[in-house]
């Protein structure tokens, strides 16, 4: 009877044993199926013809979805603002828009807060997929902002997908969002590593948009499985130094697309990878029709001519965050006449259009709001003119990333050192032609957004606010707009008030 009985056991545990090694086997099976990834980010103006390319990604993805077993399409962001239509709509057209590409999941970056953390939190419930900022919480209430998520889940074709993304914490400062923190990304990304890890996710896709630089070691100690970093506007070489890494995804330019496959076998491993120029694709036509819609909403707004350029004039990213432009000074000329000060200062990441005007052309209101598409209003201070040097030399200490805050001046002139160190780059401040003095107290226009201590001007915010201009002021692009009119041909020029030392000045 004992023999018998133990036979028996013997059997049961051969059966079990049989039915442990299919359910293994059958694991293999799942981790060992390959995956493509399609992934881009920053589109935030439907009407550019390099980054408003959503009809070709369109076809992309759809012809990926064809031709692999499982796709998954990661939009990185950096799409809500800003533009001409999003100072508008604050961004639901392009909300609107990827819900007809159907991505699997959008990650957060610094854009996505042009028109702060409410409206975000109103476009996530917009959209039909969700979004996801793993290091973000508001204050207010003390978890993530509303409709946001830590991290997701997403299942295709037996193979469970786990998405992270992370920003770095100067978003609060550039976009002077005082409800909001950032927490430490690398213990974000540790902890919802661990909770995907749990909710059996099989890949872990990271999204970023700053090159952090603890990314490989998170790679290498299959933390995360695989990466991809979107801000394209960060200098290429830098960016591909700092994310040289087998499994590391880079979008390097707008108006592309990341196309990359892996398989598991050891560890995810890439076997193809390409980044795809969008306009080189053929454009979807069910989805070009949507976007002609909205272009032609956006004409019926603002195409009404308002001046024509008698020069030619450039708003080109580089030059405006780095030298005297003269789009830039006709600007900070409107916000010290308006504001009757003695000098204005305004900082070149408020100019976005990124474009080239011949002669002759005729300037629309679309062209301002394309150039000027935050909803800034004119602020006066009083400032000494040690706390001017200050904000001056703030404004300068990215000059090498070409960052946003490169300061643009009226009624004054500056020169400066780039190769000197950072706070000590501003070499000579005149002010109506004299030399500054640092005690004396000035009065300065400038934006709502740089008084209150936007793109690192801290010396700004500690200065004192003189009475609102007007109970209703009117923004900046308001105002450059009806200088444009007033004067309709319009030759802004440059005239030394801002020189680089380095270039001979």
């Not at 598991?264 to 949507?290: F, H, M, R, V």
């Not at 002669?359 to 679309?366: C, H």
């Amino acid at each position: 009877m004992r023999i018998t009985q133990w036979l028996v056991f013997l059997a049961s545990l051969s059966l079990l044993f049989r039915a442990g090694y299919a359910v293994s086997e059958n694991r293999e099976q799942v981790t060992t199926s390959s995956v493509t990834f399609v992934l881009t980010a920053d589109m935030p103006n439907i009407s550019d013809a390099r980054t408003g390319r959503y009809a070709n990604l369109q076809t992309l993805v759809k012809q990926q979805r064809q031709i692999s077993e499982t796709v998954f399409f990661i939009f990185g962001g950096g799409s809500i603002g800003p533009s001409a239509l999003s100072s508008f709509d604050r961004g639901s057209h392009i909300i609107d828009i990827l819900n007809s590409l159907e991505p699997d999941v959008m990650g957060v970056t610094k854009r996505e807060f042009s028109f702060y953390e409410d409206e975000l939190s109103l476009r996530s419930y917009e959209a039909a997929f969700p979004l996801v900022a793993s290091n973000v919480i508001d204050n207010r209430v003390g978890r993530s902002p509303d409709g946001l998520h830590t991290s997701v889940i997403v299942e295709k074709e037996e193979l469970t997908l786990g998405v992270i993304s992370v920003l770095h914490e100067r978003v609060i400062e550039e976009y002077q969002l005082s409800d909001i923190a950032i927490t430490p990304p690398q213990k974000a990304i540790m902890e919802e590593s661990k909770r995907l890890r749990q909710q059996g996710a099989d890949i872990i896709l990271l999204h970023y948009s700053y090159p952090f630089p603890f990314i490989n070691t998170m790679l290498n100690k299959r933390i995360i499985d695989v990466a991809f970093i979107t801000d394209s506007r960060l200098d290429e070489k830098s960016l591909l130094e700092t994310t040289r890494h087998p499994n590391s995804m880079v979008l390097t330019q707008q108006g592309t697309a990341v196309v990359a496959s892996f398989v598991k076998n050891a560890g995810w491993q890439a076997t193809s990878y390409i980044e795809q120029p969008l306009e080189d694709i053929e454009a979807d036509a069910e989805l070009n029709e949507q976007l002609i819609e909205y272009e032609a909403r956006l004409k019926r707004l603002l195409n009404i001519q308002i001046g024509e350029w008698k020069i030619a004039v450039s708003t080109a990213r580089k030059e405006v965050r780095s030298e005297e432009n003269p789009f830039v000074n006709f600007v900070a000329d409107t916000i010290k006449r308006y504001a009757n000060t003695e000098i204005a200062l305004i900082n070149g990441g408020s100019i976005r259009g990124n474009k080239q005007y011949t002669a002759g052309t005729p300037i629309t209101r679309q062209d301002i709001v394309t150039e000027m598409p935050f909803r800034a209003h004119v602020v006066a201070l009083d400032i000494t003119g040690a706390q001017l040097i200050q904000a001056l030399e703030e404004g300068l200490s990215q000059y090498q990333n070409l960052k946003g805050g490169f300061p643009h001046v009226s009624g004054m002139s500056y020169s400066f050192d780039p190769s000197a160190k950072v706070l000590q780059r501003v070499k000579n401040v005149t002010i109506n032609g004299k030399r500054i003095d640092k005690s004396k107290t000035y009065s300065l226009a400038t934006s709502n957004f740089l008084a209150n201590g936007g793109d690192g001007f801290y010396a700004l915010k500690n200065t004192e606010k003189r009475p609102a201009l007007s109970t209703r002021p009117p923004q900046i692009s308001d105002l450059v707009m009806q200088a444009i009119v007033n004067q309709y041909d319009i030759k802004p020029k440059t005239d030394n008030r801002i020189i680089n030392m380095a270039k001979g000045g």
